[in-house]
């Protein structure tokens, strides 16, 4: 049976979820909510674990990276629970402890290698040319020196290591 656990609802609140308290798991979020129509991750059970501080439950599953930040279920809260704040504050201790779902692994070593979140490849060059628009883009992606620049920020962070 999973165990209640004060310290890690402590920890989410330092991350910018403190306020997941407020939910009285009304539903409304979840109704709303496109992730929780399409896929296990269920935004007012989400709510009850952080209050609950159910950190092997929140951390070794994937349901926490299903929800897209779209915000419906913020607009719509009766409570004016920091629902995105709580699913981002409970990501960031995830990260921390080593476990990030691939598809955001993926898009964040793109960012470290690239400075973009999505790669550039062949067949976009190839469209960009069709559209009379040059095959690499204006920004990071054609400036050595910028890119070099933004790795450098992007260690000093230390965001480089954490998605390593
Ligand atoms: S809508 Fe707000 S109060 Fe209702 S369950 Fe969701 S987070 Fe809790
Ligand atoms: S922000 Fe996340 S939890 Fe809220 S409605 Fe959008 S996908 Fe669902």
Redesign the pocket.
């Known amino acids: 049976m999973a165990t209640p656990n004060p310290e890690f609802y402590k920890e989410i609140a330092e991350n910018g979820g403190a306020g997941v308290t407020?939910?009285?798991?009304?539903?409304?979020?979840?109704a709303g909510c496109p992730s929780s129509k399409e896929t296990a991750y269920k935004?007012?059970k989400a709510?009850r674990m952080a209050q609950l501080g159910l950190k092997d439950e929140l951390l070794n599953s994937d349901d926490i990276w299903q929800c897209t930040t779209c915000y419906t279920?913020e607009e719509?809260?009766?409570?004016g629970?920091p629902?995105v704040d709580t699913v981002v504050a409970i990501r960031n201790i995830a990260v921390k402890n080593g476990k990030m779902y691939d598809a955001h692994k993926k898009t964040a070593t793109n960012l470290v290698k690239y400075g973009h979140t999505v790669a550039i490849n062949d067949d976009v060059k190839a469209q960009r040319a069709k559209l009379g628009l040059p095959e690499v883009p204006p920004t990071l992606l054609a400036d050595d020196a910028a890119l070099a620049d933004f790795k450098k920020i992007i260690s000093k962070v230390g965001f480089d290591k954490l998605v390593e």
């Open positions: 407020m939910c009285f798991q009304c539903g409304t979020c979840t935004t007012r709510m279920c719509r809260c009766p409570r629970v629902i």
